[in-house]
Nanobody, 119 residues
Framework: QVQLVESGGGLVQAGGSLRLSCAAS????????ITWHRQAPGKERESVAIITSAGSTNYADSVKGRFTISRDNAKNTVYLRMNSLKPEDTAVYYC?????????????WGQGTQVTVSS
């Protein structure tokens, strides 16, 4: 089993910044992918940033140039630095870890952290 704990959310004014953290513990394999997702009220959950264990990253167009995902493998922690925040970034942010165990793909989710951006 893997446990993920997000932190760092809060209330910020438009144009401000936040850094989210996702701390992982448990049976974590060295080869994994961490994805940050978000879900706004009344909307579907969407992926915003992804990072592989090798450090390759990709971003949704809506956050490209404003958000930066990074990871500290020694601490089993992934970060999401969010700059130039907009009211439309308001959502619950979740991290997800994906790893393979033989032919099985495992997904684990954190409990989420609320980000609210005021205009």
């Amino acid at each position: 089993q893997v446990q993920l704990v997000e932190s760092g959310g809060g209330l910020v004014q438009a144009g401000g910044s936040l850094r989210l953290s996702c701390a992982a513990s448990g049976s974590i394999f060295s080869d994994n992918i961490i994805t940050w997702h978000r879900q706004a009220p009344g909307k579907e959950r969407e992926s915003v940033a992804i990072i592989t264990s090798a450090g390759s990253t990709n971003y949704a167009d809506s956050v490209k140039g404003r958000f930066t995902i990074s990871r500290d493998n020694a601490k089993n922690t992934v970060y999401l630095r969010m700059n130039s925040l907009k009211p439309e970034d308001t959502a619950v942010y979740y991290c997800r870890l994906t790893q393979r165990l033989g032919v099985e793909t495992q997904h684990y989710w954190g409990q989420g952290t609320q980000v609210t951006v005021s205009s």
